[in-house]
């Protein structure tokens, strides 16, 4: 019963083996593909890609931007101050201490005529909270004659008071104090008289001030 299954068997031996004698399997070679290298960076772009070819070898420097974190902190700090300088020096509390420091007689015997910011780009330094009522600034002013630190120092009691300045002064470069504050402060608003008719326009209410 087995006795055909063995003999096909055999002959299927027999037969692979003439084949291999005779070199049938050797006209048919086995195909290999060799291996491409990347490109180098002075090389021109690849046409075509394979497959099988060469992987790039992987950067190991992909953590070099750590290092202009410090760059970055520093740019930003620095841009952070000159947004809170140009704040403050754009404010009203700078603008009215110039304003009075150009109309006082006694600033102007000190600095002379044309008094301005020392720099172009002025530095505020110290507070400004008005939210709070605390004023706290000085900073360098220029005549024709000298140069000077003015300070500015002004308070709020209540919350719905009226600030209250405590000095006002001009330091120059030699030392010596010259005190600005003498008799009423420049710096107090003025009430509006309660028992004058008020007129509505844009808001906001503005007295009669024409006589």
């Not at 605390?134 to 600030?163: E, L, P, Y």
Request: hydrophobic residues 35%; positive net charge; aromatic residues 10%.
């Amino acid at each position: 019963m087995f006795r055909p299954i063995t003999k096909r068997i055999s002959q299927r031996i027999l037969t692979s083996s003439n084949l291999y004698r005779n070199g049938a399997f050797t006209k048919f070679p086995a195909q290999t593909r060799s291996l491409v290298a990347a490109p180098k960076p002075e090389q021109g772009p690849l046409m075509e890609r394979r497959s099988d070819r060469e992987l790039p070898e992987i950067n190991n420097g992909g953590m070099l931007w750590l290092r202009t974190i410090p760059i970055f902190l520093v740019i930003l700090g620095s841009s952070c101050l000159a947004i809170f300088n140009y704040q403050k020096s754009s404010s009203s509390v700078v603008a009215s201490t110039m304003y009075a420091l150009r109309t006082s007689t006694k600033a102007r015997e000190v600095l002379g005529d044309e008094v301005y910011y020392t720099y172009k780009m002025p530095w505020i330094w110290g507070e400004i909270n008005l939210l709070h009522g605390k004023i706290d600034i000085h900073f360098s002013v220029k005549g024709t004659r000298q140069r000077a630190v003015m300070r500015f120092t002004s308070h709020r009691a209540k919350r719905m008071g009226s600030f209250v300045t405590t000095e006002w002064s001009l330091e120059t470069a030699d030392g010596e104090k010259h005190d600005l504050f003498e008799g009423n402060d420049p710096f107090e608003i003025i009430d509006a008289d309660t028992s004058e008719k008020k007129i509505v326009g844009r808001g906001s209410y503005a007295p009669n001030i024409s006589g």
